[in-house]
């Protein structure tokens, strides 16, 4: 069975402060897909990076980074000098090959001015 | 490329009501999603199809049916709306098997 668990539900940080997000999955197939999608309060749901199971390499892309483990299952998502614009609803997802989505529930991001 | 359309983006029902939820994308994808997203909740899959013609129930399906007549569109229909149907919905497409989803903008339904 496929799970994905976002343990943090809500988190807050001061503006300028850095914030890692942890998302912790499980599946028992060896090719399967990892994502991140960011909801703004403005509701819309916003892909932010793919990750397959064979590729265990960091991801940066500008103030974002992505750090997937395999060997803890866990495919978390760092956000340095974090910005009030970064105030979101963040979730995590797998995708074994060729079936449907799972989300995480979600951990809900605040960044304070 | 306009993505994911989907209309209307706010409807009010009355309990018994029906609707049609409509969902396009122009971007070729096989793979086609609806899921609803209650207050302060995460996202639960509807129905989904991987085709035109082919369409399949998802975690959530009661109280809902769908169709696949075209690659493009994907309605969702809601009959004998009820109250535990109020949630935002939103439709999802994507290319393959391994690809991320590209969401719409999502409807709101409130169901009184």
């Known amino acids: 069975a496929q799970k994905v668990t976002q343990a943090q539900t809500e988190i807050s940080v001061v503006e300028k402060e850095d914030v890692t997000l942890d998302c912790v999955y499980e599946t028992r197939d060896t090719t399967y897909y990892l994502f991140w999608y960011k909801q703004p309060p403005s509701g819309e749901l916003v892909f932010l990076i793919r990750r397959n199971s064979f590729d265990e390499q960091n991801e940066i892309s500008g103030r974002y980074s992505w750090n997937f483990q395999k060997s803890t299952s866990s495919f978390n998502f760092t956000i340095t000098a974090s910005q009030v614009v970064d105030s979101a609803v963040y979730f995590c997802a797998l995708r074994n090959y060729g079936q449907n989505f799972v989300f995480g529930p979600g951990t809900r991001l605040s960044v304070l001015p | 490329n306009a993505g994911v359309t989907q209309t209307p983006k706010f409807r009010i029902l009355k309990i018994g009501q029906s609707m049609t939820l409509q969902c396009t994308q122009d971007?070729?994808?096989?793979?086609m999603y609806w899921y609803r997203q209650d207050p302060g909740m995460g996202l639960k899959l509807i129905y989904y199809s991987v085709g035109a013609g082919i369409t399949d129930k998802g975690e959530v399906p009661n109280g809902y049916n769908v169709s696949r007549s075209t690659t493009e569109d994907f309605p969702l229909r809601l009959e004998l709306a009820a109250p535990s149907q109020t949630s935002v919905y939103f439709c999802a497409s994507s290319d393959a098997g391994v690809s991320e989803q590209y969401f719409g903008p999502g409807t709101r339904l409130t169901v009184t």
């Open positions: 971007m070729n994808h096989n793979y």
